[in-house]
């Protein structure tokens, strides 16, 4: 399953650098290209040291990371719901993607004019908050006069549709946003079959200068005193130092400049684990000679839905998982390995899929 991320933030609040770094800057291995798909759109692979380890173990004919795309929603400005700017065509892309990354500023420099005049994270956030809230009500407005003209019919589930949807609204008339609202399993059927905006979970990247990326500043401070309560991820992360890194050559110079600032990590790694965490994802692998590959799937999977993510038929038919702990894998060096010593589990239709795990499917179709 391809992860998909919308990028978001009023303008100049560095969405766009922190966009262009991610898409065109070299990763830090030589496996994990790169690469940018269109203007606005581009292809992020996920680094993961565990892939790398299978690779070197195996040392398989080609390596597949997994990847996310990532989305720069340009056109947000306030109004974007009415059509202001490129509203209209923000909005139609924010709806395909599967999270918001919100991009606000933190950071005050005279040399980046802010377009409200002064730096406010807070401010801003709800700014865009407003936009979502006002186009979801008009979304959910015209649901409801299709839903009460379906419940002319007196049927009582059309009618409690409409219940819901009225109980949407309400939600949205109060200024809080679709994601924070508790629902039945019929009621959360309905909310992702009208796509509200709102309902996108939301990974907010406060965007700092090179002195606050470890430790956050007073306007980080204020930002995430004003989300704690929402159901969503913060990072911080230095548009600028990423725009940096994007600019060197070599590893060795990239894992060099990482260490001067003091770093670990660039920062498309906190986001890529955030949005992981965010949408309750994790990693299986298929490891063979031919290829070595990640696979993203939802926490929670039983082995017929993973295999599925490879191919359908592989869910239709499955009989069997053969299952190697990542761990076992790297202690004992191989999978013939591992098997003289027992280790290989022999699953059926109830397994849950943990994260890491190196799995072989049989199925019969």
């Not at 303008?11 to 070299?26: C, E, Q, R, Y």
């Not at 992981?276 to 490891?287: C, D, E, M, P, V």
């Amino acid at each position: 399953m391809g992860l998909k991320c919308g990028i978001v933030g009023l303008p100049n609040v560095g969405k766009s650098t922190l966009f262009n770094a991610l898409t065109s800057a070299k990763a830090l291995a030589a496996n994990y290209p790169f690469a940018t798909k269109d203007p606005n759109v581009g292809i992020i692979t996920v680094p993961d040291s565990r892939l790398d380890k299978l690779v070197e173990l195996v040392n398989p004919k080609s390596t597949v990371p997994t990847t996310i795309e990532i989305v720069d929603i340009a056109g947000l400005i306030k109004g974007a719901s009415q059509g202001e700017g490129l509203g209209n065509q923000f909005l139609a892309n924010i709806r395909e993607v599967d999270a918001i990354v919100h991009v606000v500023r933190c950071f005050v420099g005279d040399n980046v004019v802010h377009v409200d005049g002064n730096v406010d994270p807070v401010r801003d956030k709800e700014v865009i908050d407003t936009e979502l809230l006002l186009k979801d009500l008009e979304t959910t407005e015209k649901r409801i006069d299709s839903l009460k003209k379906k419940a002319k019919s007196g049927k009582r589930e059309d009618q409690h549709q409409v219940e819901i949807a009225e109980m949407i609204k309400t939600h949205l008339e109060k200024g809080l946003s679709a994601r924070t609202l508790e629902l039945s399993d019929e009621g959360k059927m309905l909310l992702k079959d009208m796509f509200l905006l709102t309902a996108k979970p939301v990974l907010y990247v406060c965007n700092v200068d090179e002195n606050s990326v470890k430790e956050g500043n007073a306007l980080t401070q204020k930002f995430m005193d004003a989300v704690k309560d929402e159901n969503a991820e913060t990072i911080l992360v230095c548009a600028g130092i990423e725009a940096e890194i994007a600019q060197l050559d070599t590893m060795e110079e990239r894992l060099e400049f990482l260490a001067e600032m003091g770093l670990k990590e660039p920062g498309v790694n906190k986001l890529i684990r955030a949005a992981y965490k965010l949408l309750n994802l994790i990693t299986y692998f298929t490891a063979g000679e031919k290829e070595v590959r990640a696979w993203t799937i939802v926490n929670g999977w039983k082995a017929p839905q993973a295999a599925g993510v490879i191919h359908s038929d592989f869910e239709r038919g499955f009989i069997r998982a053969e299952v190697i702990k990542y761990d076992d894998y790297v202690r004992l060096g191989s999978e013939h390995a591992v098997k003289e010593a027992g280790k290989m589990g022999v699953e059926g239709k109830e397994y849950v899929v943990a994260d890491g795990d190196v799995m072989h499917f049989r199925f019969n179709v």
